[in-house]
């Protein structure tokens, strides 16, 4: 593949140096108008750039630089004559709390000189530093190129209508050369994209082959759901206090029940834009097309971060199961970080969920109320079934003891009584098959 294309979404315009990865230890200043802007400090935080002033200007967005123009152009004096010591000394990067048009940040990109990002370029760029595999990196530089094609087109718009000058040495030709080869990139891994969920899909198909049942986890970015799935599984995946440590899906086996399979995926956040979520489409459908999905929030939170986290999760749900909703269980984790869960059920109970169930992956409390209702969600209640002796000339009863062993999660045998969980589909081939040796209690 040629060498990928130096674009940075949100400059203004085509990076020339290395495209960046980490941005660790960058100094930035971040601009808000409404709302809170703790969740884009928290986010740049994870990717350990220091935030050194916040402004805050009141009133309507400028369509052309968010800010207004005279603000603007201050914000930009105050960078460019910034001195060894001044706070401002040494920032490279404007962070915007919204999601921006390529108008406004193609407009501050000119007026600042240094880099722009706006909420989208802010997780693109975190994404970009988190993805770890081939999949993660198809899908985030999808997303990565959709964003810079929308600024590299106001730029051609830009230069067109003569509100900017020409870009480098090329001028225009240079960007549409861009955009051309952009177009062609995208095409190019769309189509890997849809290699690589044609695989997922045959792996999920051979998984499930044998009856086995999947349980999605899903929730906020940071919820705990790979810490939940690690001490479910047994598997060790990347748990980290960060926001979208994980960005692809794993399925591992639930410990001592391996007809349960388990999904750990990436987490839902506010206001993500639905092109940036769609590049994720493949690893998030892996994982919610299940037949039980657990919805994580961490009991830590505020009531009202409760509440709009597990609203966020559950619009997202629905929004990406067109097929029919499945059977949705709310968990409260890191209780061992919360002192009373009494406000937090409430608050989901109004939100018409059935009773939450509250475990800690640090301490396993409720880790056996929890597999213990999965189980029951996925199976129905346990069955408890006898198997006959028989006539010496028959087939040992071991043997139908092994195939019941097979069919379900036995949880306990007395002599030839033996009880499982097991879905009633197999429970009855089970039986016919059996010519009268196994019964139901
Ligand atoms: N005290 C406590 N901390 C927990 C518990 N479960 C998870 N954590 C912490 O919460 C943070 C996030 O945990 P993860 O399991 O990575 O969360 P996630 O939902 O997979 O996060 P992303 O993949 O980034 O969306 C980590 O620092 C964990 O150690 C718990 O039961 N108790
Ligand atoms: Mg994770």
Redesign the pocket.
């Known amino acids: 593949m040629d060498e990928p294309i130096r674009v940075l979404a949100g400059t203004g315009g085509v990076a020339l140096g290395e495209a960046r990865t980490n941005h660790f230890g960058r100094r930035a200043i971040l601009l808000h108008r409404e709302g809170n802007p703790r969740e884009l400090i928290a986010l740049a935080e994870t990717m350990g750039i220091e935030i050194v002033d916040i402004q805050h200007q009141k009133g309507k967005d400028d369509p052309r630089t968010y800010f207004g123009k005279g603000r603007m152009q201050d914000v930009a004096d105050e960078i460019s004559a910034s001195i060894t010591g001044h706070p401002y000394h040494g920032v490279d990067l404007v962070l915007l709390h919204t999601n921006a048009s390529p108008r406004q940040l193609v407009g501050i990109n000119e007026l600042v000189q240094v880099e722009v990002w706006d909420r989208v370029r802010l997780l693109l760029s975190l994404f970009i530093s988190h993805a770890n595999s081939v999949e993660a990196r198809t899908q985030v530089r999808i997303a990565q190129l959709k964003a810079d094609r929308t600024v590299l087109s106001e730029l051609v718009n830009r230069q067109l209508t003569g509100e900017r000058a020409g870009f480098g040495g090329g001028g225009i030709q240079a960007v549409q050369g861009v955009l051309t080869t952009v177009s062609r990139e995208l095409a190019q891994l769309r189509k890997k994209q849809q290699k690589q969920a044609l695989a997922r899909k045959e792996r999920r198909r051979q998984r499930t082959r044998g009856g086995a049942r999947t349980v999605g ?1 899903a ?12 001490v479910l599984c047994g598997k060790e ?11 692809e899906t794993t399925i591992g086996r639930m410990e001592m029940s391996p007809r349960v399979l388990l999904a ?4 839902f956040i506010d206001e993500l834009p639905s092109d940036l979520l769609d590049a994720f489409h493949a690893t998030l459908d892996e994982s919610l097309e299940c037949d039980l999905l657990l919805i ?1 929030v ?1 009991s ?1 939170d505020t009531i009202s971060e409760i509440e709009r986290k597990l609203s966020t999760s559950r619009r997202e749900v629905l929004d990406r199961s067109p097929d029919g909703i499945v059977p949705m269980q709310v968990v409260l ?5 919360a002192e009373s869960h009494e406000n937090a059920k409430q608050v989901i109970s109004a939100m018409g969920f059935s009773e939450p169930l509250i ?5 396993q ?1 409720g880790l056996d109320e929890l597999r213990e209702s999965m189980l029951m969600s996925l199976f129905g209640p346990q069955k408890t079934l006898i198997v006959s002796k028989g006539e010496a000339s028959e087939r040992s009863a071991e043997a139908y003891v092994s195939q019941i062993y097979d069919a379900g999660i036995v949880t306990s045998k007395a002599g030839y009584e033996i009880t499982l969980w097991c879905c009633n589909r197999e429970l009855e081939r089970l039986i016919a098959k059996s010519g009268g040796r196994i019964s139901l209690k």
């Open positions: 986890l929730g906020y970015t940071n919820a705990g759901k790979s810490s939940l799935f690690s995946v990347l748990i980290e206090n960060k926001l979208f440590s994980t960005l750990d995926t990436i987490g994580l961490d830590s984790t890191k209780s061992d970080r475990v800690s992956s640090h301490t409390e």
